[in-house]
């Protein structure tokens, strides 16, 4: 009949094919994770190409829910692209321990051969200077795009500043990493319950304030 089966997942798949933008964006998403998994080399040529991929997944996931929110502020929007693109390669760095247990490295061809990483080393969870190096560049376009979340943070209207809060794991992750001279193996990244404790606490205080740390 047409009609979508009565069922939480296509109920909300129909609205938002309703929303020619939400519909756009999702589909985008969708597309993007299937590069990822179909041609992950080219995803991960360059940290341009990373940070690309981390546009068209994680910027675009924030937008779908600014579409959803009836949020029409270009500068959110704006703010929300640097958001994404630093969540988005904060992340990347993040799965480094997990990614290598399925024998998979997301990181920049051109700066791992630049700095001779030994991916092999990497594959067996060894930390080195090479890896250093190679997860710096990327923590630093990370902090770069966090630096300008919080800069537009500050000129954004109250009700639209709570949408940029997910600007705040992705920064304390890029702390902690720095912390750790950029080893992303280092036992103290890993996460525990004290750590999901702080970062929620973390949100709901700054979430009240209105800015970001």
């Known amino acids: 009949d047409g009609k979508a089966p009565h069922h939480p997942v296509t109920l909300s798949l129909e609205e938002v094919a ?9 589909s985008k998403i969708v597309h993007e994770k299937l590069r990822k998994a179909e041609e992950p080399l080219k995803i991960s040529r360059t940290i341009d190409s990373l940070e690309q ?54 990181l920049p061809s051109d ?6 990483l030994n991916y092999g080393s990497v594959m067996k969870g060894q930390n080195s200077q090479s890896l250093e ?14 630096a300008e979340t919080k800069r537009m943070y ?13 600007t705040i794991p992705a920064m304390r992750y890029l702390d902690q990493l720095e912390r750790c001279n950029f080893n992303p193996f280092a036992p ?4 525990n319950a004290y750590k999901w404790l702080q970062l929620h606490c973390s949100l709901a205080w700054n979430a009240y304030r209105g800015k970001l740390p």
Do not use: W
Not at 154 to 166: A, D, E, I, R, V
């Open 133 to 146: 190096e190679v997860v710096f560049e990327v923590a630093s376009r990370a902090k770069s795009h966090v």
């Open 18 to 26: 309703s929303s020619r933008m939400a519909k756009y964006l999702l």
């Open 188 to 191: 103290d990244l890993e996460d």
């Open 154 to 166: 500050n000129s954004l209207h109250p009700n639209t500043k709570s949408y940029l809060l997910p």
């Open 53 to 106: 991929h981390a546009e068209s997944t994680y910027s675009s996931l924030y937008y779908l829910i600014l579409d959803a929110a009836k949020v029409n502020d270009s500068e959110c929007h704006h703010a929300a692209s640097h958001m994404g693109k630093a969540v988005g390669l904060a992340r990347l760095l993040m799965s480094i321990p997990q990614d290598v247990v399925n024998q998979k490295i997301f």
């Open 111 to 116: 700066v791992c051969l630049e700095n001779k």
